[in-house]
């Protein structure tokens, strides 16, 4: 019997939630205790990471995260809060793109100097180590970038512990130091930088040339966690049952005694949201499913299963399947779908709340990543943060304060909190889904009869790749139906259907992505299974664009 397609697991899309849609809601600075939860009594043992504008400070997030230790990633101009609200054990100094001896270059701000914490300074980290505390930075005679090989120079380095004499790295800087600071020795040297590791005599400033946090320093992770265990003496105890109750506590404070509503897309943010709300406050709150007739086979029904029955929310269902083919009829525009939708959503979202009666918050499924981005080296930028875009536009409109769960979290950790908090692989190993759903993936006008047909071929797309074992390994894999029909043959008859195509991506965040290269055998049974299950289909075609130039959706 053919396996649920709807069962099992993946891996993911947005930051922000399965359904997004890139309308933005602008929040006042994320201040961390105005913009978000406030800080909870007991602080957490915490790397701070200061971001100099590298693309890889959020990289050092993850690995530090990876290695179950708690970090937050501040900007070069933040202030010394931080050190109140958190039990600050160390602090990272990313990389950037500037020169520490240029004019405007941005410097670790004082704070860091006087919290008596250990720090380490990563390429332009360490560059500015050197620069603030006494030494001398220029610019090098030749750039080193790409591979390079670390050798120790023979005394103790705590941060190579376990390390072999020769470490490959990955190398990225223009600049050098020319001398060290007071107090610092050298710890090791590549061909091009006689000074690739520095430390002070105390064994609490280090720092490095290289990037231990890419791919291409493939013992980088075991440098940072030396650094983290060795000097910082991290505890390793963020694991996915402390940041399970670590949410749940910074939950129950914000709220108080308040009211929450959240709505649920089906996808993984907004599961795990709910689900760590409601362990947090019970039955105040109230999640609102509306049933826009544009989902997957089943997906309605699992939604209402999971939230209902398994997890005993309170769970305020709408089928409004009529109302959003209503307000799509006619419409062939991609991007009036996508407003169409959006505004239907909000006005049975709003008559939906206005059930509940009095709610103080509004629950949105905001990660750590979108945080990040907010509060960005740059910090004169404007916030933004993403949201929903079901529930973009909503806050203003019916003043309720923000709670976001997960806005400490990394997308794997909130998987892994899911776990924890007793959902299944299916609901939190899942394939990204559009915010419009099944009518970006109709071309043309959506009408019930298509939406029925691409249900089931969608239905067999999904069974085979996960029949095969390709679903984990896909980022989305899907089907599309054109509004082309073509002549076949079947028996002694003349067909006359639709050509429908499959689409499936290889990608990391959707922002690029390439065509994924599915076996010929999985393709072939899809295809065949497509055209003998369903009438009003008689040709399959596969989708080999990436993108860019093509978009993973075909509207
Ligand atoms: P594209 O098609 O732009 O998609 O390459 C990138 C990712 O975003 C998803 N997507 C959307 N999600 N509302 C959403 O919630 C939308 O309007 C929308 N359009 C695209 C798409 O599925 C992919 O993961």
């Known amino acids: 019997m053919a396996q649920n397609p709807t069962d099992d697991s993946s891996r993911r899309v947005s930051t922000s939630d399965d359904i997004e849609v890139g309308t933005y809601l602008e929040i006042a600075q994320a201040d961390r205790t105005t913009g978000g939860n406030p800080p909870i009594d007991e602080r957490m043992k915490t790397i701070v990471i200061i971001d100099f504008g590298s693309q890889y400070s959020r990289l050092i997030a993850r690995r530090i995260r990876e290695a179950n230790t708690y970090c937050e990633i501040v900007s070069h101009d933040a202030g010394r809060e931080i050190l109140d609200e958190q039990d600050v054990i160390g602090v990272i100094l990313s ?81 050098r130091i020319e001398q060290l600071p007071p107090g610092f020795r050298s710890m090791a040297y590549t061909e091009n930088s006689p000074l690739a590791v520095m430390g ?46 670590d949410a749940i506590e910074r939950i129950k404070e914000r709220v108080g ?15 795990v949201a709910a689900a760590l709300i409601h362990r947090a406050i019970g039955d105040r709150l109230t999640c609102i499913f509306v049933d826009n007739g544009l989902m997957r086979k089943g997906e309605a029904d699992r939604v209402q299963n999971v939230f209902a ?71 004169t930028a404007s916030h933004k943060i993403k949201t929903h875009h079901n529930v973009g536009g909503l806050p203003e409109h019916m003043d309720l304060k923000l709670v976001e769960p997960l806005r400490y979290m990394f997308k794997d950790e909130v998987r892994k909190a899911g776990a924890e908090l007793g959902l299944t692989p299916q609901s939190v190993n899942r394939q990204p889904f559009p915010g419009p759903g099944l009518a970006i993936r109709i071309m043309g006008e959506v009408t019930f009869e298509k939406l029925e047909i691409l249900r089931e071929v969608d239905w067999i797309v999904i069974d085979e790749i996960k029949n095969d074992g390709l679903y984990d390994s896909l980022w989305q894999s899907f089907a599309v139906l054109t509004n082309t029909r073509t002549v076949g043959v079947m028996g002694d008859q003349r067909t006359y259907q639709y050509v429908t195509a499959i689409r499936a991506v290889t990608s990391a965040d959707a922002m690029t992505a390439d065509w994924a290269r599915l076996p010929y055998d999985t393709l072939a049974r899809i295809s065949s299974r497509i055209v003998n299950e369903v009438d009003e289909v008689n040709r399959v075609v596969l989708d080999i664009t990436s993108k860019p130039p093509g978009t993973i959706e075909w509207e």
């Not at 005694?257 to 599961?271: E, H, P, Q, R, Y």
């Open 309 to 379: 029955s398994q997890l005993g929310v309170n769970l305020i269902f709408v089928d409004a399947t009529e109302r959003f083919l209503n307000a799509l009829k006619g419409v062939t525009d991609p991007e009036v779908k996508r407003k169409s939708i959006g505004a239907e959503f909000i006005k049975i979202f709003e008559e939906a709340a206005i059930e509940i009666g009095e709610v103080d918050y509004l629950a949105q499924g905001t990660l750590y990543p979108d945080v990040i981005e907010s509060t960005s080296a740059d910090s």
């Open 95 to 175: 990389g950037g793109p500037n020169s520490v001896y240029e004019d405007d270059a941005p410097m670790a701000p004082t704070w860091v100097y006087e919290a008596g914490v250990p720090v380490l300074g990563i390429c332009y980290g360490m560059q500015l180590i050197a620069h603030q505390l006494g030494g001398k930075v220029e610019r090098g005679i030749e750039r080193e970038y790409g591979h390079a090989v670390v050798h120790k120079d023979g005394q103790d380095n705590i941060l190579f512990d376990g390390l072999d004499n020769e470490v490959p790295v990955w190398m990225s800087h223009g600049d």
């Open 200 to 245: 002070n005599e105390e064994g609490t400033y280090f720092g490095i040339q290289f990037h231990p946090e890419v791919a291409h320093t493939p013992q980088g992770a075991e440098i940072l966690r030396n650094f983290l265990f060795g000097v910082c003496k991290a505890a390793g105890d963020w694991t996915p049952k402390n940041f399970v109750s």
């Open 257 to 271: 005694d308040g009211k929450v509503i959240c709505a649920l897309s089906g996808g993984v943010d907004s599961t």
